[in-house]
């Protein structure tokens, strides 16, 4: 009897990736032979920080706001070729994402899903909020004094392979690592228990490898004349074909740009990878520094040599916390010295604050002359030659307490349309909440008693 190969294929690699990227995958999967999954991966500290914000303004929000963009194109086809589902785009509020695919389907004339969630991320039902805020951050900050948001556990496979025990058509969850979107297919498939560390510790880097989309087939690899991907545009993204042993391909839709290789593939490997030797996830700690690529064909690389080693006995709780409000504002100079009519204008900002009692930190940086790479500082480029005929951004931006600080700032830099250097335009500025965020470590037996799957119904 042949072993059997489990498919899996990512739409996205973050919140707001391509929405059309999964329709080529999804014809890709139709015809193959045996279990087939497609994924999207569309969750980060910041956007689970964004949700949980929404589901506190309205109990019915906190899921993905693009679930509909990623699901209208291939709902049908997935239905029709019994291709499962299974995305983070629950974020804070994974059943009310439920709900939203259910009047979706209903809306499409699809018959109803069967769709499941895993609950239990969210420690704050069930932890004291208190220890929670005095526990010791990753970071080695403080989180004395500020108010709790959310506090959402990285769960592993093995929660999302007991999502799929209920046979659900789509599982949608909120934090897991992004990793376990992939591991828990192939637990619940292949069977492989908790002692198979090998194993786990492949699942964990195909899925560290299909996690972040077209990552891993050219587009982010991509740089002009130094590393060419054929067209770009049409980019292609990821689908793994996975064996029982562990071994696996990825590879991508037939007919897509981009490329898969050797190059992209170690890119991708390394991406956030802090010890490759000791990859750590809820379910395995993997070892890569063995691993072995190879070319399987035009577009293939297959992966073997993974190692796996204990898990950890902690899992790691990303913190949210309120972060005040945060201002950006810009306007542009161009034209005859126009470098020193965007450094004057940023300066009679600053000094404008200083004087109405802010004493808080400005970032100034001006864009064409310095910005990111310089820290915002004017005096290091004192001397470097500068077009003195070119075109120049300032932009201002700090973070703090109240919103009406934050306001100024914008109202000060949009003042000087009239009150400030000649020529000024463009302006441009916002005012958005903010929050922080910080990861601790609990241990595993705290929160394993509160994860379980729960079949969200249609009616």
């Given at each position: 009897?042949?072993?059997?190969t489990?498919?899996i294929?990512?739409?996205?690699?973050?919140?707001?990736?391509?929405?059309?990227?999964?329709?080529?995958?999804?014809?890709?999967?139709?015809?193959?032979?045996?279990?087939?999954?497609?994924?999207?991966?569309?969750?980060?500290?910041r956007?689970?920080?964004?949700?949980?914000?929404?589901?506190?303004?309205?109990?019915?929000?906190?899921?993905?706001?693009?679930?509909?963009?990623?699901?209208?194109?291939?709902?049908?086809?997935?239905?029709?070729?019994?291709?499962?589902?299974?995305?983070?785009?629950?974020?804070?509020?994974?059943?009310?994402?439920a709900?939203h695919?259910?009047?979706?389907?209903?809306?499409?004339?699809?018959?109803p899903?069967?769709?499941?969630?895993l609950?239990?991320?969210?420690?704050?039902?069930?932890?004291?909020?208190?220890?929670i805020?005095?526990?010791?951050?990753?970071?080695?900050?403080?989180?004395?004094?500020?108010?709790?948001s959310?506090?959402?556990?990285?769960?592993?496979?093995?929660?999302?392979?007991?999502?799929?025990?209920?046979?659900a058509?789509?599982?949608?969850v909120?934090?897991?690592?992004?990793?376990?979107?992939?591991?828990?297919?192939?637990?619940?498939?292949?069977?492989?228990?908790?002692?198979?560390?090998?194993?786990?510790?492949?699942?964990?880097?195909?899925?560290?490898?299909?996690?972040?989309?077209?990552?891993?087939?050219?587009?982010?690899?991509?740089?002009?004349?130094?590393?060419?991907?054929?067209?770009l545009?049409?980019?292609?993204?990821?689908?793994a074909?996975?064996?029982?042993?562990?071994?696996f391909?990825?590879?991508?839709?037939?007919?897509?740009?981009?490329?898969?290789?050797?190059?992209?593939?170690?890119?991708?490997?390394?991406?956030?990878?802090?010890?490759?030797?000791?990859y750590?996830?809820?379910?395995?700690?993997?070892?890569?520094?063995?691993?072995?690529l190879?070319?399987?064909?035009?577009?293939?690389?297959?992966?073997?040599?993974?190692?796996?080693?204990?898990?950890?006995?902690?899992?790691?709780?990303?913190?949210?916390?309120?972060?005040?409000y945060?201002?950006?504002?810009?306007?542009?100079?161009?034209?005859?010295n126009?470098?020193?009519?965007?450094?004057?204008?940023?300066?009679?900002?600053?000094?404008?604050?200083?004087?109405?009692?802010?004493?808080?930190?400005?970032?100034?940086?001006?864009?064409?002359?310095?910005?990111?790479?310089?820290?915002?500082?004017?005096?290091?480029?004192?001397?470097?030659?500068?077009?003195?005929?070119?075109?120049?951004?300032?932009?201002?931006?700090?973070?703090?307490?109240?919103?009406?600080?934050?306001?100024l700032?914008?109202d000060e830099?949009?003042?000087?349309?009239?009150?400030?250097?000649?020529?000024?335009?463009?302006?441009r500025?916002?005012?958005?909440?903010?929050m922080?965020?910080?990861?601790i470590?609990?241990?595993?037996?705290?929160?394993?008693?509160?994860?379980?799957?729960?079949?969200?119904?249609?009616?």
């Amino acid at each position: 009897m042949m072993d059997k190969t489990v498919y899996i294929a990512n739409g996205a690699g973050f919140s707001g990736d391509r929405f059309d990227a999964a329709v080529p995958l999804v014809a890709r999967l139709a015809s193959c032979s045996g279990p087939r999954y497609l994924m999207f991966e569309v969750l980060a500290e910041r956007t689970i920080a964004i949700a949980q914000i929404a589901k506190e303004k309205d109990p019915a929000s906190g899921y993905s706001p693009y679930l509909e963009n990623y699901l209208r194109p291939i709902l049908a086809d997935a239905q029709k070729h019994q291709i499962k589902i299974i995305s983070n785009m629950g974020a804070a509020n994974p059943a009310a994402a439920a709900r939203h695919v259910h009047k979706l389907a209903k809306e499409m004339g699809l018959a109803p899903f069967k769709i499941a969630i895993l609950k239990g991320d969210d420690v704050t039902p069930y932890l004291d909020r208190q220890a929670i805020m005095e526990a010791k951050t990753m970071e080695g900050t403080s989180l004395a004094g500020r108010t709790l948001s959310a506090a959402n556990a990285y769960l592993g496979g093995d929660a999302v392979a007991e999502v799929l025990k209920t046979g659900a058509d789509i599982v949608l969850v909120g934090r897991t690592t992004d990793s376990a979107l992939v591991l828990g297919p192939l637990i619940h498939e292949f069977g492989w228990s908790e002692s198979e560390l090998d194993k786990l510790a492949a699942g964990t880097i195909c899925g560290h490898l299909l996690e972040c989309g077209a990552q891993v087939t050219g587009a982010y690899f991509a740089d002009p004349d130094f590393k060419d991907v054929p067209d770009l545009a049409e980019v292609g993204f990821p689908l793994a074909e996975v064996q029982s042993d562990g071994q696996f391909v990825i590879t991508k839709a037939e007919g897509t740009g981009g490329c898969v290789t050797k190059a992209t593939v170690t890119e991708q490997l390394l991406y956030e990878m802090h010890d490759p030797s000791c990859y750590l996830v809820p379910d395995v700690s993997a070892d890569v520094s063995a691993m072995r690529l190879s070319e399987d064909g035009p577009d293939r690389i297959a992966v073997s040599g993974i190692k796996g080693h204990k898990r950890p006995d902690k899992l790691k709780v990303t913190v949210c916390i309120d972060g005040g409000y945060m201002a950006e504002a810009e306007m542009s100079y161009a034209g005859l010295n126009a470098f020193k009519r965007a450094r004057l204008a940023g300066e009679v900002v600053l000094k404008r604050m200083r004087a109405k009692g802010h004493n808080g930190d400005i970032r100034m940086d001006i864009l064409g002359a310095y910005s990111v790479l310089d820290g915002g500082k004017a005096e290091r480029i004192e001397g470097k030659n500068l077009p003195f005929d070119s075109d120049y951004r300032v932009r201002l931006a700090l973070v703090c307490g109240d919103r009406q600080t934050a306001q100024l700032l914008c109202d000060e830099l949009g003042h000087l349309y009239c009150s400030g250097p000649a020529g000024g335009g463009g302006y441009r500025a916002s005012v958005t909440e903010q929050m922080a965020s910080a990861s601790i470590l609990l241990d595993r037996e705290l929160i394993a008693p509160h994860i379980q799957a729960e079949v969200i119904s249609h009616d």
